[in-house]
């Protein structure tokens, strides 16, 4: 099993909104065939207090557009690893210390790397860290046709469709 496109997509979003908060080391992983709960770990190194905080703001404001809101989120008041928990995507916002420290990168280093499809030159953390602001293993379609499988449009760029979760789209199947 590989984590479901919607997964994907999320960590997609996620990413994006991290990376335009100057998040820098974003790797996503596939976690889906070690883990039961999830599908992927969103990991991102903020350089300090406000940057974690601000890349915390940016990923719930941008998925909560869609209709995405954390089930559960942990470490917001001391910001050096925050956990936003949004089921089918666990985002690790890390400082420096903390990243380095417990290196989940590390292990869960024989899952794969979701390319997130982030700009090449990588802004702030792709220049600092080496990286192109993701380590991509394979590439992944993340397009969103607008339309659930059976054909009805979609309330958000996830395809979901209003009111049902992706617990209850997986169980329906």
Known sequence: MTATQLAIDIACHAARAAFDKAGRDIIALDVSEHIAY?????????????QADAINDEIQARLAAEGLRPARSEG??????????FRDVMV????????????????????????????????A????????????????????????????????????VAGESSDERIAGQ
């Open 38 to 50: 999830t599908d992927v770990f969103l990991l991102v190194t903020a350089a300090n207090e406000p």
């Open 76 to 85: 917001e008041a001391e910001k050096r690893w925050i956990l936003l928990d």
């Open 92 to 123: 690790h916002i890390q400082q420096v210390d903390e990243r380095e420290q417990y290196s989940l990168q590390r292990l869960w280093k024989d899952c794969p790397h979701i390319d997130l499809q982030l700009p090449e030159h990588g802004g």
């Open 125 to 160: 953390g792709a220049a600092e860290s080496g990286t192109q602001g993701i380590d991509a293993a394979e590439s992944q379609d993340s397009a969103v046709e607008g339309l659930t499988a059976e054909g009805e449009p979609t309330d958000n760029v996830f395809g979901e």
